[in-house]
Structures are given as structure tokens and as C-alpha cells.
């Protein structure tokens, strides 16, 4: 299994990011899927979280109104759309899953997202 996260970088306050995760190794389509971040000498903060055929999603309230998370099963990739950035949000963002019937979890390499003026 491999996730490869792209789309981070530097942005102003209030500017907006698209983070993309391109997964291979897995029935893709089959995996509850979520973006994690991590912040400097922060732990990690489950951000969103989207079920295998997106009808259901979830959000940490610190993202919630700002962040949404979607996925093309076709293209077997999940997506994370950043509005309305703040300083805090500064975080390496990272994809994840978890195949139950293993009891394996599988993480990208993270890309960083800074917000600064």
C-alpha cells in the first residue's frame, strides 16, 4: 500500500490549499480514508475522515465550516480542500487508513502546510 500526499505549502491567513493523496496497493473504493495532521510539539489531530463511498464524513471542530474532504474512486485519490487558513493550521498534513481485517495502519509521507503572513 502507498499514499503520496501533494498540495502543501506556504499561504497567507485566510488563502485557501487543495491537499491531494494518491493511493495504490488497495482496493481503494473499499477504505475509510482521513487526513491527520501534526503540528509543531503538537500530537496528532484526526482532521476529517470520509467513508469508503463518501456519503458520510466527519470533522475535528477546529476545521469544521473551513475543511472538506471528498474522493474520486475512479481516480484513486482523496482530496482535502483548506478555506479560510489560519496560523494554527500550520501542520504536516498526512493521509491515512486502516485495514481491519489486518489491523495495519498505512500513512503517507505528510506534506507540510504553513500559514503565515
Known amino acids: 500500500v502507498q499514499l503520496v500526499e501533494s498540495g502543501g505549502g506556504l499561504v497567507q491567513p485566510g488563502g485557501s490549499l487543495r491537499l491531494s493523496c494518491a493511493a495504490s496497493?488497495?482496493?481503494?473504493?473499499?477504505?475509510?480514508m482521513s487526513w491527520v495532521r501534526q503540528a509543531p510539539v503538537k500530537g496528532l489531530e484526526s482532521v476529517s475522515s470520509?467513508?469508503?463511498?463518501?456519503?458520510?464524513?466527519y470533522y475535528s471542530d477546529s476545521v469544521k465550516g473551513r475543511f472538506t474532504i471528498s474522493r474520486d474512486n475512479a481516480k484513486n485519490t482523496l482530496y482535502l480542500q483548506m478555506n479560510s487558513l489560519k496560523p494554527e493550521d500550520t501542520a504536516v498534513y498526512y493521509c491515512?487508513?486502516?485495514?481491519?481485517?489486518?489491523?495495519?495502519?498505512?500513512w503517507g509521507q505528510g506534506t507540510q502546510v504553513t500559514v503565515s503572513s
Open positions: 491515512a487508513t486502516r485495514d481491519d481485517g489486518l489491523g495495519t495502519d498505512y
Open positions: 496497493g488497495l482496493t481503494f473504493s473499499s477504505y475509510y
Open positions: 470520509i467513508y469508503s463511498y463518501s456519503s458520510n464524513t
